[in-house]
């Protein structure tokens, strides 16, 4: 079955540097999707594409059956929320001002900040664990705290999908956990949840499609129990490894070779 979010033979380039090329990816409705792939294999530049910030060179991208460019920005902003990585808050800002800024796609000209507005933030805020911080200016914050301040601004959406590039990013193994089993709940909650994560072990553990890439390609994609051994480890991450069960969930769970170990430990630097 065809998913509202679909990608039909994109190329997708940025100037004459061709990251991918007649890819195509069908994201399964009310899913936790976790892209994984080595860095530079076009993960992020595949979200952008979704995001609408990334016109492909040929095929294309849709929502509902009709091209994501077809929307206007806020339209596709109530539907499709998007946390990139890098991202940079204007100086000065607090934690509940930046989050408050996730409620624009819902806001006219004529609206007023309304309680609905309110306790969106509010809910945001507490799901993303950052209410105490609310009154800190961002700028003051340590890079996991900011991070946790973006997702709760693009949790404030409150859009049907979610597109998370690297969501893990800066936070401690705690925080990275909690945001997994947050997004997980989301999915459960009938949202559709697509995030590129390094982690594959997590991404076994948390996500129940997968999507592995290399060198702007799909190498292969479906459920982590389905897809996932050493092969495709190998493959994707030119890593030795084994696969076995997870001794808490039973989902396929990476351990790299001892002799991958070994060869680690006789190479020098340069």
Same mark, same amino acid.
């Given at each position: 079955m065809t998913g509202r979010l679909t990608? &039909? $033979?994109?190329?997708?380039? #940025?100037?004459?540097?061709?990251? +991918?090329?007649?890819l195509t990816v069908d994201v399964p409705d009310g899913a936790f999707t976790a892209v994984v792939g080595a860095n530079a294999c076009g993960k992020s530049t595949l979200l952008r594409s979704f995001a609408r910030l990334l016109a492909p060179s040929s095929g @294309?991208?849709?929502?509902?059956?009709?091209?994501?460019?077809? #929307?206007r920005p806020k339209a596709i902003a109530r539907e499709v929320g998007f946390l990139p990585q890098g991202l940079v &808050?204007?100086?000065?800002i607090a934690v509940r001002q930046l989050?408050?800024? $996730?409620? #624009?796609? @819902?806001?006219?000209?004529? +609206?007023?900040w309304s309680r609905e507005d309110e306790r969106?933030?509010?809910?945001?805020?507490?799901?993303a664990g950052v209410t105490d911080l609310a009154e800190r200016p961002v700028e003051s914050l340590s890079g996991g705290q900011r991070q946790r301040a973006w997702i709760a601004m693009v949790l404030a959406q409150e859009t049907s999908y979610l597109l998370l590039d690297e969501p893990t990013t800066f936070l401690d193994i705690t925080h990275q956990y909690q945001l997994l089993a947050l997004l997980a709940r989301l999915r459960d909650e009938g949202r559709t949840i697509i995030a590129v994560l390094h982690d594959v072990n997590q991404a076994c553990r948390f996500a129940d499609h997968l999507v592995a890439m290399r060198d702007g390609r799909i190498? &292969?994609?479906?459920?982590p129990a389905d897809i996932v051994d050493a &092969?495709?480890?190998?493959e994707v991450f030119d890593l030795s490894c084994v696969v076995a069960p997870d001794p808490v969930t039973g989902t396929p769970?990476?351990?790299?070779?001892?002799? #991958?170990a070994r060869s680690l430990r006789c190479r020098t630097p340069g």
């Amino acid at each position: 079955m065809t998913g509202r979010l679909t990608a &039909a $033979g994109v190329t997708l380039a #940025y100037g004459d540097r061709v990251v +991918s090329a007649n890819l195509t990816v069908d994201v399964p409705d009310g899913a936790f999707t976790a892209v994984v792939g080595a860095n530079a294999c076009g993960k992020s530049t595949l979200l952008r594409s979704f995001a609408r910030l990334l016109a492909p060179s040929s095929g @294309h991208v849709a929502f509902d059956g009709r091209d994501v460019r077809d #929307y206007r920005p806020k339209a596709i902003a109530r539907e499709v929320g998007f946390l990139p990585q890098g991202l940079v &808050a204007p100086e000065n800002i607090a934690v509940r001002q930046l989050v408050a800024r $996730g409620r #624009y796609p @819902h806001q006219t000209l004529l +609206s007023t900040w309304s309680r609905e507005d309110e306790r969106a933030v509010a809910a945001a805020m507490e799901a993303a664990g950052v209410t105490d911080l609310a009154e800190r200016p961002v700028e003051s914050l340590s890079g996991g705290q900011r991070q946790r301040a973006w997702i709760a601004m693009v949790l404030a959406q409150e859009t049907s999908y979610l597109l998370l590039d690297e969501p893990t990013t800066f936070l401690d193994i705690t925080h990275q956990y909690q945001l997994l089993a947050l997004l997980a709940r989301l999915r459960d909650e009938g949202r559709t949840i697509i995030a590129v994560l390094h982690d594959v072990n997590q991404a076994c553990r948390f996500a129940d499609h997968l999507v592995a890439m290399r060198d702007g390609r799909i190498v &292969a994609a479906g459920a982590p129990a389905d897809i996932v051994d050493a &092969a495709l480890i190998k493959e994707v991450f030119d890593l030795s490894c084994v696969v076995a069960p997870d001794p808490v969930t039973g989902t396929p769970m990476i351990v790299p070779t001892e002799e #991958y170990a070994r060869s680690l430990r006789c190479r020098t630097p340069g």
